[in-house]
């Protein structure tokens, strides 16, 4: 099993910053990436952008790309999301996931293929 929980939420102006971060536990060795994901009221949840644990490739939303930035830490078990430029299209709940399964790079958009979740941390860009 493998335990996963973030941090770093909250609410921001447009145009601001937010770091979030996902702090991964347990059986962190299988992990072969590690994504954020998000869901707005009402909508589907959506992928936001991945990055393998070992070679860290990484893969952006094209809503995201050039503003959101994922990396990882793995001395602390840690993933981050940087979040410059934030619009309020980017208020959601925002959710790591890890997987074991060594998926293809459009693979590792697909939210069932990540088999373990953090519980969530709220992100609202006010305008």
């Known amino acids: 099993q493998v335990q996963l929980v973030e941090s770093g939420g909250g609410l921001v102006q447009a145009g601001g910053s937010l770091r979030l971060s996902c702090a991964a536990s347990g059986r962190t060795f299988s992990i072969y990436a590690m994504g954020w994901f998000r869901q707005a009221p009402g909508k589907e949840r959506e992928f936001v952008a991945t990055?393998?644990?070992?070679?860290?490739?990484?893969y952006y939303a094209d809503s995201v790309k050039g503003r959101f930035t994922i990396s990882r830490d793995n001395a602390k078990n840690t993933v981050y999301l940087q979040m410059n430029s934030l619009e309020p299209e980017d208020t959601a709940v925002y959710s790591c996931?890890?997987?074991?399964?060594?998926?293809?790079?459009?693979?590792?958009?697909?939210?069932?293929?990540?088999?373990?979740w953090g519980q969530g941390t709220q992100v609202t860009v006010s305008s």
């Open positions: 990055i393998t644990w070992s070679g860290g490739s990484t």
């Open positions: 996931a890890a997987t074991y399964t060594r998926a293809v790079r459009a693979g590792l958009t697909v939210d069932s293929v990540y088999n373990y």
